[in-house]
């Protein structure tokens, strides 16, 4: 039998009670907590004891987050929840909408907003009416009949700032966006009526049969073939809350009948490459990304992307790269490794590729610039660089793929470096 150490609490205190209340909290959020998990850490509190707040949350933490992806809401709802004896107000906060020009609007941190609706789950979010200070006050009336719909409003919303409701609407969303591609044309040829050459071996062969007398020409055109998509997508620290929403446009793009691709390549990258390809076969998006899932072992770990492309170039250009692939790069480019080895496999990797399209969330920023080491030694061997942050991101990725001139801001950012 386990010795519980005593708690430091008082003999009427409520810590039980707020645990639970806590894990309906998390739940609400979308952690699978479940009862059992609520005795497991109401007695690993018990034997843990109470005498610093540290101890106290990774306690909870062992007890309540089972997947990397989690670790995020846990920490925004706790700090909400515990730490912060004003959380009431951070929630309200983040859950009312602020006027532009005439409250200065404030970035919510990751996760929060998903945080501050799962502690006010079944709350009454009506707000009090404003009395106002003189009856004879200027009263400043606000047209918004031109004002972004819900859906528009959802298209330009960063992925990092949505809330869980919002993010399984993007995610429907995601499902339908389609990414069109332009065939290429084959050296090779077919038999057509109305070709533009002639196929003079078929003739003669068909001339064989009226004794050599020519009769008919028969005319020939150049055969189409498809480019495979291959996408490389960081799942570091930095990334990972906007690697799972590409993973998801991913498997549709992977399932869609018809979108053109021959074939559709992905392969994660943190501190290892992995490829998980075959699991965005499945039918079931949440079955395909939970085996990804388990197949990529360093989700939200460092970001070796000179080491991990070195790997790629090794060991997978040539299964993959054939047929003019077309290469997404989905980082933020903060690395590690040494720049010069990092710009010498995105060289490798751009002679590869039929183009090589970079999508990085940090151009969401209007104060981005290619100050890093890592981005610096990226951006000259890519053809395109734009913004993956939101669902108008991904929908303009759709577009640039039509215009194979298309280099996104990569003539922009190039003046600076």
Same mark, same amino acid.
């Given at each position: ?98 006027? @532009?020009? !005439?409250?200065?609007?404030?970035? $919510?941190? %990751?996760? =929060? /907003?998903? +945080?501050?609706? &799962? ?124 690697? @799972?929403? !590409?993973?998801?446009?991913?498997? $549709?793009? %992977?399932? =869609? /009948?018809? +979108?053109?691709? &021959? ?132 929908? $303009? ?21």
């Amino acid at each position: 039998m386990a010795e519980y150490l005593p708690l430091d609490i008082p003999e009427d205190g409520k810590l039980a009670t707020n645990i639970t209340w806590f894990a309906r909290a998390l739940r609400a959020a979308g952690l699978p907590v479940g009862p059992g998990r609520v005795i497991d850490a109401v007695r690993a509190v018990e034997a843990a004891g109470f005498s610093r707040k540290q101890d106290f949350y990774f306690t909870l933490q062992a007890c309540f987050v089972s997947r990397p992806e989690h670790r995020a809401v846990f920490a925004q709802i706790f700090r909400l929840y515990w730490r912060d004896p004003r959380y009431l107000e951070h929630m309200i906060a983040a859950l009312t909408p602020a006027i @532009r020009g !005439v409250q200065e609007e404030k970035k $919510a941190k %990751s996760a =929060e /907003k998903r +945080a501050a609706e &799962a502690l006010l789950d079944g709350v009454n979010r009506d707000l009090p009416d404003i009395p106002d200070d003189e009856e004879d006050g200027t009263q400043i009336e606000i047209d918004a009949s031109r004002t972004m719909s819900s859906e528009e409003r959802l298209r330009s919303l960063d992925f990092e700032q949505m809330s869980t409701a919002e993010m399984a609407e993007a995610r429907r969303m995601l499902a339908k966006l389609k990414l069109p591609v332009r065939p290429l044309m084959s050296r090779r040829t077919k038999l057509a009526l109305r070709g533009n050459r002639i196929d003079w071996r078929a003739t003669l062969r068909h001339s064989m049969r009226t004794g050599g007398d020519l009769q008919e020409l028969r005319l020939k055109q150049p055969r189409i073939r498809w480019p495979n998509l291959v996408a490389l997508c960081d799942i570091s620290g930095s990334m990972s809350h906007y690697s @799972r929403v !590409v993973l998801h446009f991913l498997h $549709a793009v %992977s399932n =869609e /009948k018809g +979108a053109g691709w &021959a074939q559709v390549h992905a392969l994660t990258f943190g501190t290892r490459l992995t490829n998980i390809t075959r699991h965005l076969r499945q039918r079931d998006v949440d079955a395909a990304l939970a085996a990804a899932g388990a197949e990529a072992q360093d989700w939200e770990g460092g970001t070796r992307i000179g080491s991990c492309l070195h790997d790629f170039n090794r060991d997978w250009s040539r299964r993959v790269m054939g047929q003019g692939a077309i290469v997404l790069l989905i980082t933020d480019g903060l690395d590690r490794d040494d720049p010069d080895v990092l710009a010498r496999e995105m060289q490798r990797l751009n002679l590869s590729a039929r183009r090589v399209i970079w999508l990085n969330p940090l151009l969401r920023w209007e104060e981005f610039a290619p100050k890093a080491k890592g981005i610096a030694a990226m951006l000259p061997h890519v053809d395109s660089f734009r913004a993956g942050h939101s669902i108008a991101s991904l929908e $303009a990725l759709a577009d640039a793929l039509s215009r194979p001139d298309d280099t996104g801001e990569k003539a922009r950012l190039m003046a600076q470096l």
